[in-house]
């Protein structure tokens, strides 16, 4: 059974660093894109960062210059550095494959096993 587990997740204050984690099981991601999305209450689940087996990545502008998407492919892990943490954000952050950066961009990406997540919660 596929499963990927989110972790890391916490309350800090606005300025402030965390680090998530997110180990997928069941099956390995070998050559398939890796990613982080993350959703607010009321509002849409939206792209975050994504990284390519080999290490390419891509972030949303709001997120450029204060959050790094780092993969471990020993570990089947997923990480996500976020620095400069800003109220806005707070979100549940998931993590997602898919078979290229491009598909995960795509307003059409769809994935069916999304995990329970893990809350970011800034303070201002």
């Known amino acids: 059974q596929v499963q990927l587990v989110e972790s890391g997740g916490g309350l800090v204050q606005a300025g402030g660093s965390l680090r998530l984690s997110c180990v997928a099981s069941g099956r390995t991601y070998r050559r398939y894109a890796l990613g982080w999305f993350r959703q607010a209450p009321g509002e849409e689940r939206e792209f975050v960062a994504a990284?390519?087996?080999?290490?390419?990545?891509d972030y949303v502008d709001s997120v450029k210059g204060r959050f790094t998407i780092s993969r471990d492919n020993a570990k089947n892990t997923v990480y996500l550095q976020m620095n400069s943490l800003k109220p806005g954000d707070t979100a549940v952050y998931y993590c997602?494959?898919?078979?290229?950066?491009?598909?995960?961009?795509?307003?059409?990406?769809?994935?069916?096993?999304w995990g329970q997540g893990t809350q970011v919660t800034v303070s201002s």
């Open positions: 997602a494959p898919a078979s290229t950066m491009a598909a995960m961009r795509s307003s059409s990406y769809r994935y069916d096993y």
């Open positions: 990284i390519s087996w080999g290490g390419t990545t």
